[in-house]
């Protein structure tokens, strides 16, 4: 089913989980061992993320380099695959523009159709580990806008409506844009160019994600607007993720934090209360749905998702 399906037909909120594909090496049953745990709360949905092919150099003896593939993780299609046959559960594969021509994103488009995939959540991705700006692939896609536009023109040629589009959103600012202002007016070209729906970056005050989706509403993005938390897990976390996401969080979760930098269960417990405590409010002020990015340690999101939906 199409995520704008289950989000015009549901009455009240949901949430959805979003997974990072396993390292190479693992075996599908312990990536569904895993998965398992959250669908006792039946997410409406899971989201995988996808990740670019990284290179190493390795010197020869000559004094050359040798350049070699290093495939971190598992495809993000064959976990949707094997998951969607495990638990038929709605899955969505993400697509980024990175490290793919057009070409080559046409034919990761005619392998999720082939594999009956509804829906897709279309980034620009992240920038190589080493690199400080984005830099397309030659003949690919440089925004996610120029992605869901390839995305409607591939079913047009195909003459099928095939997937439901989601995109993703910065309540706090895109680390690149110049301002707040020209980013919404960026995402909106994504919802123009044929999204259905946005994701947002995790955020840690929901204040901040109010007026954002105030300002999205303001500038004409009607879709619905879902917010992504994450519970903050580890004392690093509170230089890490600001450092990893350009996000804030706020003084008091991080001087809470602080206090127990040295009691790591401690620190767990207070992500997750302060995790739970957003969630609440955010389904009392009338969000369609929450989704949650999950990271190591599955206890945290089940026991929200458990007292929360
Ligand atoms: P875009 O929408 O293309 O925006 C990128 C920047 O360019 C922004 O600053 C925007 O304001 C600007 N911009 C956009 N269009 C234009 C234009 N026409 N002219 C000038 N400027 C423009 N990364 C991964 O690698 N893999 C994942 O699986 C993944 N999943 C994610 C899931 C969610 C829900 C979110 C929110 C992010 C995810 N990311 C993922 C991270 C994301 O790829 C990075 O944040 C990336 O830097 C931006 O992606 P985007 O799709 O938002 O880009």
């Keep these: 089913m199409k995520i704008s399906e289950i989000l015009k037909s549901s009455d009240k909120p949901f949430a959805s989980i979003e997974i990072v594909p396993p390292l190479k090496g693992i075996r599908k049953d312990e990536l569904l061992k895993n998965v398992g745990r959250f669908m006792d709360y039946a997410p409406k949905y899971i989201n995988v993320t996808s990740h670019r092919d990284d290179f190493?150099?390795?010197?020869?003896?000559?004094?050359?380099?040798?350049?070699?593939?290093v495939r971190n993780r598992i495809s993000e299609i064959s976990v949707c695959s094997v998951i969607r046959e495990a638990f038929d559960v709605e899955v969505v594969p993400h697509l980024i523009c990175g490290g793919s021509s057009k070409d080559e994103i046409e034919s990761k488009l005619y392998n999720m159709r082939f594999l009956g995939?509804?829906?897709?959540?279309?980034?620009?991705?992240?920038?190589?580990?080493?690199?400080?700006?984005?830099?397309?692939?030659?003949?690919?896609?440089?925004y996610a806008s120029e992605l869901v536009e390839g995305i409607r023109k591939f079913e047009a040629g195909c003459g099928e409506d095939i997937f439901s589009i989601g995109v993703g959103a910065y309540p706090e600012k895109h680390f690149e844009a110049p301002n707040l202002e020209m980013d919404i007016a960026n995402l909106k070209k994504k919802v123009d160019?044929?999204?259905?729906?946005?994701?947002?970056?995790?955020?840690?005050?929901?204040?901040v994600f109010y007026e954002y989706e105030r300002r999205c509403r303001e500038a004409g993005i009607n879709v619905p607007i879902i917010p992504g938390l994450k519970p903050l897990s580890t004392p690093a976390q509170i230089n890490r993720l600001p450092e990893a996401f350009s996000i804030d969080i706020p003084n008091d979760l991080a001087s809470e934090v602080s206090t127990h930098a040295n009691d790591r269960k401690a620190v767990f417990q207070i992500g997750t209360e302060w995790c739970r405590m957003q969630c609440r409010d955010l389904i009392a002020h009338?969000?369609?749905?929450?989704?949650?990015?999950?990271m190591g340690n599955p206890d945290n999101v089940t026991s929200i998702l458990k007292d929360c939906f």
Excluded at 117 to 142: H, I
Excluded at 193 to 207: H, L, W
Excluded at 286 to 294: I, Q
């Design 117 to 142: 995939f509804e829906n897709v959540l279309a980034l620009r991705g992240d920038c190589l580990s080493g690199e400080k700006r984005f830099t397309p692939q030659p003949d690919g896609y440089a």
């Design 193 to 207: 160019a044929g999204a259905d729906y946005v994701i947002t970056q995790m955020f840690f005050d929901n204040e």
């Design 56 to 69: 190493e150099f390795v010197a020869k003896a000559d004094g050359t380099y040798e350049k070699h593939l």
């Design 286 to 294: 009338g969000v369609p749905a929450v989704h949650f990015y999950t």
